[in-house]
């Protein structure tokens, strides 16, 4: 059954009082964002802080322990993605995502990988018998139209060249891009990208913010992001909103976000000493002065203190996927880990 209900017209998910408790933990703690259409929302914060979680009550893979997700579509329907089974939150509600760890067919060419991503649509076409797989003009036109649309993003990921290369023998980057087009061949509305630039050197993440400005500005797809990469962040979100303990700190334009003196103690989360070292190490002084009037004991204690500092080269650790920006971009300590999922689906853990 499709839920409708009222939202705002440029809003394409609205998340509103979400909490996600994992047996005596609340990961997430009354949190409510909006998603506008067209725009690209960053998701940002320290580790632990329940980034992943969000997504993972978005595409259906939790269910929230209260709170709701809308996500209206063009159209003017509108899905309650709590109430949808996961498997009908990409075929109806048009929600695609993709994950920290690369997740291809490696072993699949580059367009067989987008090609499978348009399995539902194809099938569709051939009636779900093997006559129409053969004969059926619908099935010869889904075929054609799922190549042209596979072309398409292709091109737009820069990876044309490389269409009957097994996707594993893609360099890093050109595998992140290749998932994002493969994303795209699911024609999404709303894209969640879970750290899309975790592993990137500093050229392949500019060919990122390429192809994600152009999904922004070109397409019907608006981007949720999670990223740990400011540079990524600042550089291409409209709107940022930013996490702490399962609660929301800050939740504004990047500018507004990058001065704001919560989010500045909540990701300097240190000693005062190491704080002042930080910020001089990257040269903002009007932070420093903010952050002189966010009073004492305000800041996180197990925050990461990577926020501002610029990514640098040659330090990327690309085996697990982590980037390590810089010395100050160290990873703070998870916050403790060990609670019983309330709702956890069977299956791995989704990261
Ligand atoms: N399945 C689970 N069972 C128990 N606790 C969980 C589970 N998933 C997440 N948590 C806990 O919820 C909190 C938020 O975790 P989450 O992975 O959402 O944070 P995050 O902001 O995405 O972190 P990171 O930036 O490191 O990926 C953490 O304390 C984590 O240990």
Redesign the pocket.
């Known amino acids: 059954m499709v839920e409708t209900v009222t939202i705002a017209r440029d809003v394409v998910l609205s998340v509103e009082h979400l909490s996600m408790r994992?047996g005596g933990?609340k990961?997430i703690d009354d949190l409510s964002f909006d998603v506008r259409r067209g725009e690209i929302t960053a998701l940002i914060?320290p580790?632990?802080?329940?980034?992943?979680?969000v997504f993972n009550c978005i595409t259906g893979f939790y269910k929230p322990t209260e709170g709701m997700l809308t996500l209206k579509r063009k159209d003017g329907h509108a899905f309650l993605l709590e109430r949808l089974p996961d498997y009908e939150i990409p075929a109806r509600a048009k929600v695609a995502r993709t994950f920290q760890n690369i997740r291809l067919f490696s072993g699949m060419t580059v367009l067989e990988n987008l090609l499978v991503a348009q399995h539902n649509a194809l099938m569709k076409a051939s009636g779900f018998t093997i006559l129409g797989l053969l004969g059926s003009s619908s099935y010869r036109n889904a075929d054609e139209a799922s190549i042209e649309l596979a072309s398409y993003w292709l091109e737009r990921a820069d990876l044309l060249d490389r269409a009957d290369d097994p996707a594993g023998d893609l360099s890093y980057g050109a595998q992140r891009r290749l998932e994002i087009a493969r994303a795209m061949c699911t024609r999404p509305e709303l894209l969640c990208l879970d750290e899309p630039a975790a592993g990137l050197n500093p050229r392949e993440s500019a060919e990122l913010n390429v192809l994600l400005r152009f999904i922004r500005d070109q397409s019907d797809t608006s981007i949720l992001l999670?990223e740990?990469d400011m540079s990524v962040v600042m550089q291409i979100s409209d709107h940022v909103v930013v996490?702490e303990y399962g609660r929301k700190i800050s939740d504004g334009d990047p500018e507004s976000v990058k001065n704001d003196p919560k989010v500045i103690a909540a990701y300097l989360g240190v000693e005062d000493e190491e704080v002042e070292e930080v910020l001089v190490e990257v040269g903002d002084e009007q932070i420093l002065e903010q952050l002189e009037s966010v009073p004492v004991g305000d800041a996180a204690p197990q925050a990461s203190a990577s926020m501002f500092a610029p990514p640098v080269a040659g330090s990327i650790e690309r085996d697990d996927g982590d980037a390590a920006a810089s010395p100050a971009a160290s990873k703070a300590a998870?916050?403790e880990?060990g609670?019983?999922?309330a709702t956890?689906k069977s299956g791995e853990?989704d990261k």
């Not at 580790?47 to 979680?53: E, F, I, L, R, S």
């Open positions: 994992f933990l990961a914060g580790n632990g802080a329940g980034k992943t979680t999670i740990h996490l998870q916050v880990k609670a019983t999922p956890k853990e």
